[in-house]
């Protein structure tokens, strides 16, 4: 049977390397009649530049956000599907066939595809930041799709049927994180349903180090604290002095663990595991939301 056609949608901020490399893992996608790939450069003050046979690029220079770069990329094509993905990810060449082996069913408005952390590279130095991410699946669908009630799929790899886009807006192009969840949210409450595709997998590279595994968490806090504000009961605050002190014993506990056995990478995640939350928490603290540059 023919799968639907699908566009797929990649938002961009990044450097002119970057650009380039992002490009050339997507051209090997594998398309079909109808398909279309842009690449949507959100970058305020760079020109779009792509190489001969190299994806559409399109220009989103006014919002920083991905929301916002989705939206603009979803605006220029008119496919039943659209197929999310995030820059920092590597598709296999057969990943839109693999989302539609089984034909969804009417009322499915979302397929949240596989996402797997980066294997480690052999003979090659593995941070504790990436090794923390490959340990713990930080990535992985289960680790937000299994929040029960307030679970969500991620954008990272995600297709969405473009009619349930459209009837919900798209993305809230304000948010700097959490906006996927905040789809999800919006598509159920519209009666539309999530299912999972996890055969449909890309492997997302793991931040490197430690200061660029914090930022990224500081943000993700910050579009958690948005989401408890705006769907109270989805992702409710922990409570400080006694979180710091949960922190502290997990880790004191990982740690006596990890030397009882020898086991470096149960005194990694033991490590990690506390500041990667502590982190998250303090995140709540800033806005998670932009405005558009006059």
């Given at each position: 049977?023919?799968?639907?056609?699908?566009?797929?949608?990649?938002?961009?901020?990044?450097?002119?390397?970057?650009?380039?490399?992002?490009?050339?893992?997507?051209?090997?996608?594998?398309?079909g009649p109808g398909d279309t790939v842009a690449i949507v450069d959100n970058r305020p003050d760079a020109p779009a530049v792509a190489g001969p046979g190299?994806?559409?690029?399109?220009?989103?220079?006014?919002?920083?956000?991905?929301?916002?770069?989705?939206?603009?990329?979803?605006?220029?094509?008119?496919?039943?599907?659209?197929?999310?993905?995030?820059?920092?990810?590597?598709?296999?060449?057969?990943?839109?066939d693999l989302y539609f082996e089984r034909p969804p069913d009417s009322g499915i408005g979302l397929l949240a595809g596989g996402i797997a952390d980066e294997?480690?590279?052999?003979?090659?130095?593995?941070?504790?930041?990436?090794?923390?991410?490959?340990?713990?699946?930080?990535?992985?669908?289960?680790?937000?799709?299994?929040?029960?009630?307030?679970?969500?799929?991620?954008?990272?790899?995600?297709?969405?049927?473009?009619?349930?886009?459209?009837?919900?807006?798209?993305?809230?192009?304000?948010?700097?994180?959490?906006?996927?969840?905040?789809?999800?949210?919006?598509?159920?409450?519209?009666?539309?349903?999530?299912?999972?595709?996890?055969?449909?997998?890309?492997?997302?590279?793991?931040?490197?180090?430690?200061?660029?595994?914090?930022?990224?968490?500081?943000?993700?806090?910050?579009?958690i604290g948005w989401l408890d504000r705006r769907y109270p009961g989805a992702a409710p605050p922990h409570r400080w002095p006694g979180f710091a002190l949960?922190?502290?014993?997990?880790?004191?506990?990982?740690?006596?663990?990890?030397?009882?056995?020898?086991?470096?990478?149960?005194?990694?995640?033991?490590?990690?595991?506390?500041?990667?939350?502590?982190?998250?928490?303090?995140?709540?603290?800033?806005?998670?939301?932009?405005?558009?540059?006059?």
């Amino acid at each position: 049977m023919e799968r639907p056609a699908v566009d797929v949608v990649v938002p961009f901020l990044g450097t002119p390397a970057g650009l380039a490399e992002l490009a050339g893992r997507l051209v090997r996608l594998r398309l079909g009649p109808g398909d279309t790939v842009a690449i949507v450069d959100n970058r305020p003050d760079a020109p779009a530049v792509a190489g001969p046979g190299s994806p559409l690029v399109v220009r989103a220079p006014e919002l920083q956000t991905p929301g916002f770069a989705r939206n603009r990329g979803a605006a220029i094509g008119a496919a039943e599907w659209l197929v999310f993905l995030d820059a920092d990810t590597e598709p296999p060449e057969d990943l839109l066939d693999l989302y539609f082996e089984r034909p969804p069913d009417s009322g499915i408005g979302l397929l949240a595809g596989g996402i797997a952390d980066e294997p480690a590279e052999a003979g090659r130095p593995d941070p504790p930041a990436a090794r923390w991410a490959r340990l713990t699946a930080s990535m992985g669908q289960d680790t937000t799709l299994g929040l029960g009630r307030w679970g969500f799929a991620q954008t990272a790899n995600c297709a969405v049927r473009r009619e349930a886009f459209a009837a919900v807006g798209g993305f809230r192009e304000e948010l700097r994180a959490c906006e996927d969840a905040d789809l999800c949210f919006r598509l159920e409450a519209a009666g539309w349903v999530l299912e999972r595709r996890e055969e449909a997998r890309v492997v997302h590279a793991s931040r490197r180090t430690m200061r660029a595994l914090l930022e990224q968490q500081l943000v993700h806090g910050a579009g958690i604290g948005w989401l408890d504000r705006r769907y109270p009961g989805a992702a409710p605050p922990h409570r400080w002095p006694g979180f710091a002190l949960w922190g502290a014993r997990h880790a004191a506990a990982g740690l006596l663990r990890a030397l009882r056995d020898r086991d470096r990478d149960a005194a990694v995640v033991a490590l990690v595991d506390p500041l990667v939350a502590w982190t998250r928490e303090l995140g709540r603290l800033r806005s998670n939301t932009r405005t558009a540059a006059r």
